[in-house]
């Protein structure tokens, strides 16, 4: 199965930034929207946000809107979820997802590639 590669997780203090990034060797991310989710302990997967191909629109849920910002870079390789003012209900392991579907879309089952996450905890 094609696998995304998600990195930048760790500790960090309420109030701060963390900026994850996304890659794959075997997708090209480029051709595909990517979403951003995140699981926390007994909770379901739950949308954070997501770039659509080409134009590059983006999307977040009500949740993280104003504090999170998901970007390629210019060579379109990765993808970034850049994490501010980070708040203790943010801890979670994040994963990126990649989808063909020309619609945003916040369902986990639109997604055909997946990483095995990268955990983010928020001390308070």
């Known amino acids: 199965q094609v696998q995304l590669v998600e990195s930048g997780g760790g500790l960090v203090q309420a109030g701060g930034s963390l900026r994850l990034s996304c890659a794959s060797s075997?997708?090209?991310?480029?051709?595909?929207?990517m979403g951003w989710f995140r699981q926390a302990p007994r909770k379901e997967r739950e949308f954070v946000g997501h770039?659509?191909?080409?134009?590059?629109?983006?999307y977040y849920d009500n949740a993280v809107k104003g504090r999170f910002t998901i970007s390629r870079d210019d060579a379109k390789t990765t993808v970034y979820l850049q994490m501010n003012s980070l708040k203790p209900e943010d801890t979670a392991v994040y994963y990126c997802?990649?989808?063909?579907?020309?619609?945003?879309?916040?369902?986990?089952?639109?997604?055909?590639?997946w990483g095995r996450g990268t955990q983010v905890t928020v001390s308070s």
């Open positions: 997802a990649a989808t063909s579907h020309q619609l945003i879309t916040a369902q986990p089952a639109d997604y055909v590639a």
């Open positions: 770039i659509n191909r080409g134009d590059d629109t983006t």
């Open positions: 075997e997708l090209p991310i480029d051709l595909y929207a």
